[in-house]
């Protein structure tokens, strides 16, 4: 588990040569996340790490050059199972963690699926909500979560398609859309069979000093 570091950027930048606001918004979790592996778990992934228990703790002699030694207090964690796309489970690895078991998990069953724009779980337009809003509609075709507002500042979705998707029963998100039904059944399919894993972690020793910081933290 690392220090946080600073957020990665989601605003609105120009599409690039030979990208479509289809392809922007399929893939724009994945590409920030290739900027970098602890940036991206400490952003992209913060809302993941959650403790679930402290299992243990110890002293450690830390002997500095021309100084007394010093002492670290460490702990035993085990963090909260988390679903996770199946990529990014090496992100979470280059941190030190390991799993210590996966498994496939269908991701319309995931209902604390965070918008794929911010990242955040939350909603923006009703924070003190903890369910039925509704400026975080998912996407009937590939089962991902958005943020109206975020749809809107990557100019992939305008006010106008929001009003019209709230008084129809079904919503396509940006990314799937103008997708033939072939593409959209294998999308879907993908989505519940193989893009999302359910990861169980090994416990971990982790410096106090990096989780005081953690509201979860109790010693």
């Known amino acids: 588990m690392k220090n946080p570091t600073d957020p990665l950027p989601t605003s609105s930048e120009p599409l690039q040569p030979g990208e479509t606001a ?27 790490y959650q403790i679930q228990e402290v ?6 002699s830390k002997p500095k050059r021309n100084t007394n030694a010093t002492s670290q207090a460490q702990y035993k964690i085990q963090l909260q199972p988390v679903t996770i796309e199946k990529w990014a489970l090496p992100l979470f690895q280059s941190t030190g963690l390991r799993a210590a078991k996966t498994e496939p ?6 209902v604390e699926d965070c918008c794929q724009i911010c990242w955040s ?31 809107t500042d990557l100019n992939a979705c305008s006010h106008t398609a929001r009003q019209g998707a709230e008084n129809s029963e079904d919503w396509h998100c940006p990314a799937c859309t103008d997708q033939t ?3 959209n059944d294998t999308r879907k399919s993908y989505a519940e069979e193989k ?15 990096l989780l005081l910081a953690n509201p979860d933290f109790k010693a």
């Open 22 to 48: 289809a392809t922007k918004v399929w893939r724009y979790k994945h590409s920030n996340a290739a900027l970098g592996n602890v940036k991206a778990c400490n952003t992209i992934f913060k809302y993941d």
């Open 195 to 209: 893009e999302i894993i359910k990861v169980i972690w090994q416990p971990t020793w982790e410096a106090a000093e």
């Open 105 to 110: 998990f269908p991701r319309s069953q995931n």
């Open 55 to 60: 299992l243990d703790w110890q002293q450690i």
């Open 121 to 151: 779980p939350v909603s923006q337009e009703h924070p003190n909500r903890e369910e039925n809003y509704d400026d975080m509609p998912q996407c009937d075709t590939c089962q991902r979560t958005y943020h109206w507002n975020c749809l």
């Open 181 to 183: 039904q072939a593409e």
